[in-house]
């Protein structure tokens, strides 16, 4: 359904993390740990030269996570900010400094009818080829 990863991410954290509409949560810790990771989890993803990529256990969760029509009707406003919860869920000790999370492509917007604004959406969505035009054409405001 979505054609960029990152974007679903946003929708993933509006739904799940801002407004616990899909439960229960996605928790790496919870998972890394069912996998044997014990004590310092920043050791652990450090040893393994895991801390600034998604994770493949949340790549597969949140690229399996079916979300409905009705769930997507109800997202208004995404919020596009290097401290999402999701993202600490993807790399729980990514920095923020690369595009690691970048939105590249504006394509599922067609998925978020009733979309209105993006806060913050005009420096992460800077990747996406001509973002402000596209934005401003589905009347989507950027604050």
């Avoid at 990863?5 to 509006?14: H, P, R, T």
């Avoid at 890394?32 to 998604?54: I, P, R, S």
């Avoid at 969760?61 to 919860?85: R, W, Y």
């Avoid at 595009?99 to 800077?126: C, K, Q, W, Y």
């Amino acid at each position: 359904m979505f054609r960029d990863f990152n974007f679903k991410l946003l929708v993933i954290d509006k739904l799940m993390y801002q407004d616990d509409v899909i439960q229960p949560p996605f928790r790496i810790a919870d998972v890394l740990h069912a996998k044997g990771a014990t004590g310092d989890l920043f050791k652990y993803l450090h040893e393994q030269d895991l801390l600034y990529t998604v994770l493949d256990e949340a790549r597969r969760h949140f690229t399996d996570l079916e979300i409905t029509p009705e769930q997507l009707a109800s997202v208004d406003e995404l919020i596009t900010d290097g401290g999402l919860e999701i993202y600490h869920q993807c790399s729980p000790f990514w920095d923020g400094e690369d595009d690691l999370f970048d939105v590249t492509s504006l394509d599922d917007l067609a998925l978020l009818p009733n979309l209105r604004v993006i806060h913050g959406g005009d420096e992460a969505m800077m990747a996406a080829p001509d973002a402000a035009n596209t934005l401003k054409a589905r009347g989507i405001a950027v604050g």
